[in-house]
């Protein structure tokens, strides 16, 4: 079964308004954590913003935010202020706990395509 | 502080070959990651390797293997190589805590070709 959801189609974004990328996830267990990463065409998977599930608060990073809405299960990304540099994939993971159980569940991707 | 680095950027092999591709984690990391990513298929987990062993498999079969050094770098083997092994084969590493909260960071990339 898919443990992550991204299936919004590719974006494009005016510079400097925001974007809100969708991510919905699957999971049984009360503790995981949540990654947003970036991937440009370059091919690097840049770490931008974590969520636990404990968290009381959605995180910020910058102009990276979380809207994290545990109930729905639903952990969607925010970039306010787009700038080009900001074109890219955008990949959500998740990490449940469990000893042997380090690694990441990735969706899709959301395609980003920022214009002037 | 430098980064997750992987060799070689681009390697192109042909059918039945092997592929050997390498990865030096974040100085202090000790746990490293290979991943898959295939045209339309996202990224899979392949490994995990904490402390010299190997801690986990994703669903891909015995001809992937790989190892981890006593410097925490890593390397890993493919083995027979198929057409369809062609992907970028990214490394991340982590401090290697088994905590949900554990960010792994990423390297740039091998990209394997197979003709």
């Known amino acids: 079964a898919q443990k992550i959801t991204q299936t919004q189609p590719g974006m494009f974004v005016q510079e400097k308004e925001a974007v809100t990328l969708d991510c919905t996830y699957d999971?049984?267990?009360?503790?995981?954590?949540l990654f947003w990463y970036k991937q440009p065409s370059s091919g690097e998977m840049i770490f931008l913003i974590y969520q636990g599930s404990y968290d009381q608060q959605n995180a910020t990073e910058g102009r990276y935010s979380l809207n994290f809405q545990k109930a729905r299960k639903s952990a969607n990304l925010v970039i306010s202020a787009s700038q080009l540099g900001d074109s890219a994939m955008y990949f959500c993971a998740m990490r449940e706990k469990g000893y042997g159980n380090n690694r990441l569940a990735f969706g899709k991707g959301n395609q980003v395509v920022v214009i002037p | 502080e430098a980064g997750v680095t992987q060799s070689p950027t681009h390697l192109i092999k042909t059918r039945g070959q092997q592929a050997t591709l390498r990865c030096s984690p974040i100085?202090?990391?000790?746990?490293v990651y290979w991943y898959q990513q295939a045209l339309g298929l996202g990224l899979q987990f392949l490994l995990w390797?904490?402390?010299?062993?190997?801690?986990n498999r994703g669903n891909f079969p015995p001809r992937f293997s790989g190892r981890q050094f006593p410097n925490y770098s890593s390397e890993l083997n493919v083995n027979a190589l198929e057409l369809e092994d062609s992907a970028l084969y990214l490394c991340?590493?982590?401090?290697?805590?088994?905590?949900?909260?554990?960010?792994?960071?990423f390297g740039p990339g091998t990209r394997l070709l197979v003709l």
């Open positions: 999971t049984s267990d009360p503790s995981y954590g």
């Open positions: 100085s202090g990391h000790t746990s």
């Open positions: 991340a590493s982590s401090a290697g805590r088994t905590s949900v909260q554990e960010t792994q960071y």
């Open positions: 390797y904490d402390e010299g062993e190997e801690r």
